[in-house]
């Protein structure tokens, strides 16, 4: 059987069923976020850019944010047969990409990009009482990522020629 692969660009989201793979390339500081439910076997991807967006931005319809792709996805599973009780979630990237140069450390805004991505993501699925079975984070290297829903494999592929599952 042949997978259909289907691309999680930036700030987007997809849902995926049977036989398919979701696929999300370049993930540095963003935050690939997967969300399965393994009794339906119904599954998830979000590659998120940032943590939260200003207040003078309304909630985002994608993934763009940390603090609205969680709810979006959860509220897209549901409609589309996965249980909120059943949900799990495996995180990968957050990376301090060029550290130092780029995204130095500062008191007034915290840790690098990819850190306070990450916990911003972590946050959203506490609320919602969604536990993370599994991460691939920080580290200071690129990383692309395969969700297979009909398994819940994760595949990483790291830019340094590394591949892990998770």
């Known amino acids: 059987m042949k997978l259909k692969t289907i691309q999680v660009r930036v700030g987007e989201w ?7 793979r979701l696929k999300s ?27 939260g967006p200003d207040n003078q931005t309304p909630r985002h319809p994608g993934a763009k944010f940390a603090s609205s792709a ?3 996805l959860v ?9 909120t009780k059943e949900l799990i979630a495996k995180l990968v990237g957050g990376a301090n990409m060029f550290p130092g140069k780029f995204n130095p450390e500062q008191e007034i ?9 990450l916990r911003a993501v972590k946050k959203a699925l506490k609320e919602l009482q969604i536990p993370i079975l599994a991460e691939e984070v920080g580290g200071e290297r690129g990383r692309t990522i395969e969700f297979y829903p009909q398994t819940g494999k994760v595949v ?5 020629g590394e591949v892990k599952e998770i």
Request: contains cysteine.
């Open 75 to 83: 509220e897209q599973m549901s409609k589309n047969g996965a249980e």
């Open 14 to 20: 997809k849902l995926g069923k049977g036989a398919v």
């Open 25 to 51: 390339y370049g993930l540095g500081s963003c935050v690939g976020l997967v969300l399965w439910d393994s009794k339906n076997k119904i599954g998830a991807m979000a590659h998120i850019l940032l943590p």
């Open 70 to 72: 969680v709810k979006n």
């Open 109 to 117: 805004i915290g840790k690098n990009i990819g850190e306070r991505n």
């Open 156 to 160: 990483i592929y790291k830019s340094n």
